[in-house]
């Protein structure tokens, strides 16, 4: 089972890997993450029909494993990726603090935290239903079908806030373009500072003072 979910990760990183440039935002691999998650139904529907000490359903079960992995593993990295290149080009006003790093360490340390406690939390009425009915088939449908689901929904409307977002494969919003369009000038701005002014010698000015020149030396 680990194995298969070893395995969808590496699916997954190697697809966002392979489409990066034909997918610009993680909002389609994060809406095939959250669509993943409800296969996690499948492990109270199958579980009646599990018999002990056959490893045949362990490797149907790894089997299921994959595509849920595989979606959890393009989301997370396409969207981490996308904001560290969008949080790179942001200019620092403080040296000693950096936008991208306060970002990617808030989001990891809130990850562990929230982590540690569901852990916790579901993992004591786990094993609360299991001493009440015997088995854990209660648990399996209130916390990988119910919760899951729940978070499936969330997942995905927070996906249709973006502008842009109804599109399959949205691209760059509005604003992200104006921003783009608006470096560009800036840069072409910055160009025309630099390039040093080249004299035109032969501007009627310039030619008169030659020969302005050449008559006072007389």
């Known amino acids: 089972m680990v194995s298969g979910s070893n395995l969808g990760e590496l699916v997954g990183a190697f697809f966002v890997l392979v489409s990066a440039n034909a997918i610009k935002t993680p909002l389609p691999f994060i ?3 959250a669509l993943a998650l ?3 139904w499948g492990l109270p529907a199958y579980s009646h029909h599990i018999q002990p000490h056959k490893t ?3 490797w149907r079960i790894a089997g299921m494993l994959i595509p849920i992995s ?5 989301g997370d990295v396409s969207l981490s990726a996308f904001i560290q ?3 790179a080009s942001i200019e620092n006003t403080d040296s000693q603090v950096s936008p991208l790093g306060s970002v990617m360490s808030f989001l990891y340390s809130s990850y562990i935290i929230i982590y540690a406690i569901l852990g916790a939390v579901l993992g004591s009425y786990i ?6 009915d015997g088995n854990i088939y209660r648990a399996l449908v209130n916390v990988g079908g119910v919760h899951f689901t729940i978070l499936s929904v969330i997942i995905i409307a927070a996906t249709l806030v973006p502008l842009g977002a109804l599109r399959l494969n949205p691209r760059l919003t509005k604003n992200e373009k104006e921003t783009d369009g608006s470096d560009v ?6 160009r025309e500072q ?7 010698f032969n501007h009627p000015v310039h030619q008169y003072r030659q020969v302005r020149v050449r008559a006072i030396d007389l």
């Open 127 to 132: 094993d609360k239903v299991f001493k009440e």
């Open 185 to 190: 000038e800036l840069r072409g701005d910055e």
């Open 70 to 74: 595989m979606g959890w593993a393009a």
């Open 85 to 87: 290149s969008s949080l």
């Open 56 to 58: 045949v359903y362990a």
């Open 38 to 40: 409800l296969l996690v």
């Open 194 to 200: 630099e390039t040093p002014t080249q004299l035109d």
């Open 31 to 33: 809406r095939f993450d």
